[in-house]
């Protein structure tokens, strides 16, 4: 029913920059929060930005100061731009949303996430 649809990642060059969208979509379904998040691996999956449903926006600390996320609520897709990027950004980022129903039960999903490769 629901269905995040992730575009961008691939081999990045160190200093370069990197930028995601994830497009939600869902009959019925109206989305709240939205945003992208990361697992390297060994590692616990981070936040990296994400945007409420309200519009306050959140930014994982290991990479703030170089990123920004926006939000077109028309489309429900939020773009993740990051700059600089070094070996530590290198993981599979995964896109997160949240959605209600027609019942206003809410209901959590992930994409199928993409992975970034940060090499010279």
């Known amino acids: 029913q629901v269905q995040l649809m992730e575009s961008g990642g691939g081999l990045v060059q160190p200093g370069g920059s990197l930028r995601l969208s994830c497009a939600a979509s869902?009959?019925?379904?109206?989305?709240?929060?939205m945003g992208w998040y990361r697992q390297a691996p060994g590692k616990q999956r981070e936040l990296v930005a994400a945007v409420s449903g309200g519009g306050y926006t959140s930014i994982g600390a290991s990479v703030k100061g170089r990123t920004t996320i926006d939000r077109d609520n028309a489309e429900n897709t939020v773009i993740l731009q990051m700059n600089s990027l070094s070996l530590e950004d290198t993981a599979v980022y995964y896109c997160?949303?949240?959605?209600?129903?027609?019942?206003?039960?809410?209901?959590?999903?992930w994409g199928q996430g993409t992975r970034v490769t940060v090499s010279s």
């Open positions: 869902g009959s019925g379904f109206t989305f709240g929060s």
């Open positions: 997160y949303a949240e959605a209600f129903d027609d019942l206003r039960s809410r209901h959590e999903y």
